[in-house]
């Protein structure tokens, strides 16, 4: 198996975004990590170089490809500003990250990153949930499949890079193909979708720092050819950390959707996934309540497991619209666990016209807004 030694030295005779230095030694390298044979590295660099850096990136990758042991390398590019560089202003949202100085020691932050649109990608909207365990994933893709069925066409983004639940989900088992520097989405129940679950074993642990994250979600946004599509629904990772930020900031979502239980453990969490969202100029299109209501397969009774009308009336209090309550009922389970999603195979079963009303509710709010503009980026 190669080892870190050897991908540095590989490293060695390719100069970094600088212009002189190497990029193994100027300070380039913002992650590397290797999974047997398979080595994933994260390159930072100026923003303003972007050219430059996407020609050290493909050298790079070239040339840890071509060490012995290695069956693939994946090279992303990371944007961090260097130190010295000129600060940079992208309104709230920059703001919100920037924090506060400590004086003039501090060591320079990571300027927040362009908010680039995706070529043939008419929306894209968020499905997140403020903590894990709230069935966000399973929300996500059967929201995806039921704005396909309204006759949109429709992607599906795995960014949960330390849980991908894709796979399962839609039941996918193949390693998507590359043509060129791009690689090709799988297709399933028609939709198009891509994972960092297609590109490693579904037992590997992602044992990534935050600039990998980012990294590898930026990747999988822009170096796929997702083609023509009117709405891309992007499965956010739980909470709000590094990775759901530079996600809000870094592309221009049209909206996001909350997941949430009803207990009032969750709503916590979920007001703060709200909050995040306005912080970063990201309309909230509305919140879903998942597991509403247990309704038993053999009786028909009702039990309110994990309580009833919470995420209804938190949307109340925080003025946003409330999207629908999801059952809690096993077929959903049995469903999604055997990559057979609700709404692509029940789509008139309760759950799968739950769903439906929910995605007709989130088109008609995706047709009568206006996509959010990329924030004007300024050098002073």
């Known amino acids: 198996m190669v080892g870190e030694n050897e991908v540095l030295d590989a490293l060695a005779g390719i100069v970094g975004s600088d212009g002189r230095s190497a990029v193994s030694r100027s300070n380039g390298i913002a992650g590397l990590t290797i999974r047997n044979d398979k080595v994933y590295l994260a390159l930072a660099g100026n923003p303003r170089l972007a050219q430059a850096m996407e020609a050290m990136r493909s050298e790079a990758e070239a040339a840890i ?15 961090e500003r260097p130190a010295g560089a000129p600060n940079l202003k992208a309104g709230p949202a920059a703001s919100a990250q920037a924090g506060h100085s400590h004086g003039p020691s501090a060591a320079p932050r990571p300027a927040p990153p362009r908010s680039l649109a995706i070529p043939g990608i008419e929306r894209i909207i968020a499905v997140a949930s ?11 893709v059967n929201l995806a499949l039921s704005l396909a069925a309204t006759g949109w066409r429709i992607g599906v983004l795995d960014a ?8 399962r989900l839609l039941g996918l088992d193949v390693k998507p193909e590359r043509e060129g520097k791009m690689l090709k989405p799988l297709h399933a129940f028609g939709i198009k979708a891509m994972s960092v679950g297609f590109l490693v074993p579904e037992r590997e642990a992602m044992i990534w720092r935050g600039p990998m994250v980012s990294s590898a979600i930026n990747m999988l946004l822009r170096e796929v050819d997702w083609g023509e599509l009117d709405c891309l629904v992007v499965d956010m990772p739980p909470g709000t950390g590094d990775a759901q930020l530079s996600l809000a900031q870094g592309v221009p979502m049209t909206g996001a959707v909350i997941v949430s239980t009803p207990q009032d453990l969750a709503l916590i969490d979920a007001r703060r996934g709200v909050a995040m969202f306005e912080k970063t100029g990201v309309p909230v299109l509305g919140l879903i309540e998942n597991m509403s209501t247990f309704i038993c397969p053999h009786c028909g009774g009702r039990s309110d497991i994990f309580a009833h009308g919470g995420a209804r009336h938190e949307a109340e209090h925080l003025r946003v619209p409330f999207l629908g309550e999801v059952p809690l009922v096993m077929t959903i389970r049995e469903q999604a666990d055997s990559g057979r999603p609700t709404a692509a195979v029940s789509p008139t079963s309760e759950p799968g016209k739950v769903y439906r009303a929910i995605a007709d509710r989130v088109r008609a709010a995706l047709e009568g807004g ?11």
């Open 65 to 79: 490809k071509a060490l012995p042991g290695v069956a693939a390398a994946i090279v992303s590019l990371t944007a």
């Open 370 to 380: 206006q996509r959010r503009a990329a924030p004007r980026i300024s050098f002073e």
């Open 160 to 167: 949960d890079i330390y849980g991908p639940s894709l796979p």
């Open 130 to 140: 403020g903590k894990g365990g709230v069935g966000k994933s399973t929300t996500a």
